[in-house]
């Protein structure tokens, strides 16, 4: 992919076969079983915790060094994960473009 030093790691907890109307319930899962546990792990940190969103998001930290997004059922990202890990195979200037294209909107606020 398009990944950098300082980029984040984008993470989805899914069950193949579910469809979003499990959404809630993965998310009450995560909410009473996933939190103490991390809560209990001394290498992540809960940064924040975001639950009215359109799809909630743990943000985590791991190690002190890793910045960990971790998403329930959220299948909408990975076709475009994939589909931007083959552009970024398909040629090494590809996947510099992918970079410079990144660094540029980082820079500009974009997002």
């Known amino acids: 992919g398009f990944g950098i030093s300082s980029s984040d ?3 989805t907890c ?3 076969g579910m469809d979003t109307s499990y959404t809630s319930i993965a998310m009450h899962e995560m909410r009473t079983q996933l939190v103490p546990l991390l809560n209990e792990n001394p290498h992540f940190e809960i940064v924040e915790q975001i639950w ?3 799809i909630p998001i743990l943000k985590l930290r791991f190690a002190t060094v890793l910045d ?3 998403s329930c059922h959220n299948a909408e990202a990975l076709p475009n994960t ?3 890990r083959a552009y970024s195979e398909l040629a090494p200037v ?3 473009l992918g970079l410079l294209v ?3 909107a980082r820079s500009e606020g974009v997002c």
Request: glycine share 0%; no cysteine.
């Open 68 to 70: 960990v997004d971790l």
């Open 52 to 54: 009215n969103a359109r």
């Open 94 to 96: 590809v996947h510099d």
């Open 102 to 104: 990144k660094l540029w």
């Open 9 to 11: 790691l984008d993470v």
């Open 14 to 16: 899914y069950v193949e």
């Open 82 to 84: 994939q589909l931007l």
